[in-house]
């Protein structure tokens, strides 16, 4: 086994609490009555409706087209008939506009069957990826279509898959490896292919040797002289699954400023997207369904669940039996990076990785103090900047001034918020200085 | 805080036993009036009260480790509305003020007060009767501390008090000589700050350089011709090893960049050397490391971290 490889700068290494989960296997959980598209899901425009009120769809079928700009096709995640055209919850911009479908469960759910994908042209392939509605759903939602198409003044030679999953209690990339390494390795060998590349690393931190092992294993059988697929365990420790820093782990690259890892050669996808990739280019299914952890100690049963994408975050505590009387705090994404949701109301996206359901000894309630200047936060900041003076021109009333502190090359990975003694929530006002400050 | 707190225990525990009771008073009086001035001041500015942190106890041991332990316990009240109240709230509170307060309170003390803060100075108990001082008036045991004697009547007074070699190094490495509760155990006070280093609350940046400098330039200048002077004895005498430890690494007033803090603790070495040499005053830590304070942010605003990716044209 190669040596375990990570980034040089910060990173903390909180506790993993995946032990709720990790051994779970992913449950396909039955599709609801009801189900909310939420139409911009992708980075980008949002989706425009191809469908009316009282249409009735069939599973798989187009339901929202990109009028303008970057963006991919939205598709029926089960058949029925459209309810409404309306809004729905939503974590970040607290509603949104989504499509409303009435579930007809009489319906047999469809079959997909392998096709020779291997005869394709590039083009081809990536008329698949797009037409199947892929984005990274890690969680940036960025169209994978794009990825998969750098530009020519960046020659790309490395495809980075990416399985570190660093964020605390999540599993579901975990499970994913160990029960589809084989569709996730396919995949990998697809986009290879697309981009006419050689190279593939699949980064997994450490604290996953049994999805090291099977994902090893798949890579080999899979590894021909056309194509080397290669295993690199990672160090544990966060944010290992940040994607500069997974690069400059892997290939010792840094991907400069705003630039895409195509600037450093490199293109990486999480291993999800390479499962949906795998689905949508070999199967010809398009990406209507996603895998996610439900775990905490505030929800009666965790799991890895496969669900379909508009499921509301309501039906799944239903689908598990409830909430426990400790429950104290709902995250929707990770318990780092994620966001608080006041509302169950909350439908799931293609890049709903998980909802977390927290009890009081899980969170930190702990009312913020004012800044002691202990400089925690600069050695813990993976990007070398400084929240600590990000925050205190944020609460002098001067955000507009932080761009020399490099606030807008913060990913919100939360360490420094992490380490703070004084509890400060500087992860949000590092989002209220990049509201106002000027790039 | 509360680690901090309780590393400071010990060399307090200690000091009863070599002074008499007299510091278990003054540092009781002392963290009761920085919490009491402390929440008086926080209720008076409309603040929240925020006694339950520990920064005020430090604050109030910190004072009574600084001051001799023979004084009026009415001063260390004077040092904790000095150090609370107009040193740290009224600059802003906790994390705003520039200057180490409990360093301020005796740079005040040692201004207004200026004979009990040099003169009330306590032998040690040779019997651990630590009640024998109490009602003695101060001027019928008062002594001078080793630095003193070295500053004002040479080194044969020195020696002739303090002993020679070995022996003179374990009396004050262990405590047993005049001084404030802080500058006594050295044993102690290094304990405590290997633990708060061990359990990652301080870096050795700071303690290193400031030990560091001043044993190199105590031994360059120190003694009668160059490198000649007494470079473990410089560490460990006056309260090199508190101010090292406790007080120059002070999360508030230090740099929070590690160049800086390298920096930042030469600086303070070397003033500390100048002021015991060439200044006015036996012992230099506290008014070095009050002079270095200030310039805390301005080594930050030199020392940046190097950022992972500077966007081209973003960053002022």
Redesign the interface.
């Known amino acids: 086994m190669a040596s375990l490889l990570t980034f040089p700068?910060g990173g903390v290494h909180p506790p993993a609490s995946k032990g709720l989960t990790e051994n779970l296997a992913i449950e396909v959980m039955p599709v609801p009555d009801e189900l909310e598209i939420i139409l911009g899901q992708h980075i980008g425009a949002p989706c425009t409706p191809t469908v009316a009120s009282k249409d009735a769809v069939q599973e798989g079928q187009v339901i929202g087209e990109v009028t303008k700009g970057l963006g991919v096709p939205l598709h029926a995640p089960v058949a029925g008939t459209i309810k409404a055209l309306g809004m729905s919850g939503h974590p970040m911009r607290v509603s949104a506009p989504s499509i409303t479908i009435q579930t007809n469960k009489e319906v047999v759910p469809a079959q997909y069957s392998r096709c020779d994908w291997q005869k394709l042209s590039k083009e081809e392939l990536l008329a698949k990826v797009h037409g199947a509605g892929v984005i990274g759903i890690g969680g940036a939602g960025f169209p994978s279509h794009v990825k998969l198409n750098p530009p020519a003044d960046n020659p790309v030679d490395t495809l980075i898959l990416n399985g570190a999953e660093c964020e605390p209690y999540i599993t579901a990339d975990h499970r994913q490896m160990l029960e589809n390494a084989k569709e996730i390795v396919e995949g990998a060998t697809v986009i290879l292919k697309i981009l006419g590349i050689k190279q593939c690393f699949i980064g997994i931190e450490n604290n996953k040797p049994d999805a090291i092992k099977t994902m090893t294993e798949a890579a080999a059988a899979a590894s021909t002289p056309e194509y080397t697929v290669v295993v690199q365990p990672l160090q544990v420790k966060y944010p290992q699954g940040s994607e500069?820093q997974l690069i400059q782990s892997i290939t010792g690259r840094?991907?400069?400023?705003?630039?895409l890892p195509s600037a450093v050669g490199v293109v990486v996808h999480n291993v999800s997207t390479a499962r949906a990739i795998y689905d949508a280019v070999v199967l010809s299914k398009p990406l209507y369904e996603k895998v996610m952890t439900i775990s905490g100690k505030g929800i009666k049963r965790p799991a890895n669940l496969l669900v379909k994408v508009g499921t509301k975050v309501s039906d799944i505590v239903e689908y598990l039996g409830g909430v426990t009387p400790e429950l104290s705090k709902i995250v929707m994404g990770g318990p780092m990076m994620g966001f608080a949701v006041s509302s169950l109301d909350i439908p799931v996206t293609k890049t709903t990785s998980s909802v977390l359901f927290l009890a009081e000894d899980e969170i930190d309630t702990t009312p913020h103090?004012?800044?002691?200047?202990?400089?925690w936060c600069?050695e813990a900041?993976?990007?070398?900047?400084?929240p600590?003076e990000i925050a205190l021109y944020v609460e002098a009333g001067r955000p507009q001034d932080t761009?020399?502190f490099?606030v807008?090359?913060c990913f919100e990975c939360g360490c420094c918020a992490y380490v703070c003694p004084?509890k400060r929530p500087l992860v949000q006002f590092v989002r209220l200085a990049k509201m106002k400050a000027k790039? | 805080m509360w680690t901090v707190v309780a590393c400071l225990v010990p060399p307090l525990v200690l000091s009863v036993f070599i002074f008499g009771i007299q510091t278990l008073i003054i540092t009781a009086v002392s963290v009761a009036s920085c919490v009491a001035v402390e929440a008086a001041t926080q209720k008076a500015l409309g603040r929240r009260v925020t006694i339950g942190d520990g920064s005020a106890v430090i604050t109030g041991m910190l004072i009574a480790f600084v001051i001799p332990p023979g004084v009026s316990p009415l001063l260390p009240v004077l040092g904790a509305v000095m150090a609370i109240a107009i040193g740290k709230h009224l600059l802003g509170g906790i994390g705003y003020n520039i200057f180490n307060p409990a360093l301020l309170a005796r740079a005040f003390l040692l201004a207004t007060f200026p004979v009990a803060m040099t003169s009330a100075w306590l032998p040690p108990l040779s019997d651990m009767a630590i009640f024998s001082y109490l009602g003695t008036p101060i001027d019928a045991i008062a002594t001078a501390t080793p630095l003193a004697v070295l500053k004002t009547q040479g080194l044969g007074a020195f020696t002739d008090q303090f002993g020679v070699g070995a022996n003179l190094y374990t009396n004050f490495f262990l405590g047993w000589r005049p001084g404030s509760i802080g500058e006594t155990s050295g044993l102690l006070i290094v304990l405590g700050g290997l633990y708060l280093l061990y359990r990652g609350y301080i870096t050795w940046h700071i303690p290193v350089t400031v030990l560091g400098t001043i044993a190199l330039l105590s031994w360059g200048f120190g003694g009668e011709t160059l490198f000649s002077g007494d470079p473990l004895l410089a560490v460990l005498s006056g309260g090199a090893l508190l101010g090292a430890f406790f007080m120059a690494n002070d999360y508030v007033t230090c740099p929070t960049n590690k160049t800086s803090q390298l920096i930042y603790g030469v600086g303070v070495g070397a003033l500390t050397v100048l002021i015991r040499l060439k200044g006015g005053y036996p012992e230099g830590i506290c008014y070095a490391i009050l002079l270095m304070n200030p310039v805390s942010p301005v080594l930050d605003g030199f020392f940046k971290p190097k950022r992972f990716a500077p966007l081209q044209g973003g960053a002022k």
């Not at chain 1, 840094?254 to 630039?259: E, L, S, T």
């Not at chain 1, 900041?381 to 400084?386: D, I, K, Q, Y």
């Open positions: 700068k500069k840094k991907v400069p400023g705003f630039a103090s004012q800044c002691i200047r202990c400089g600069l900041c993976p990007m070398g900047l400084e600590k761009g020399q490099g807008f090359e004084a790039r």
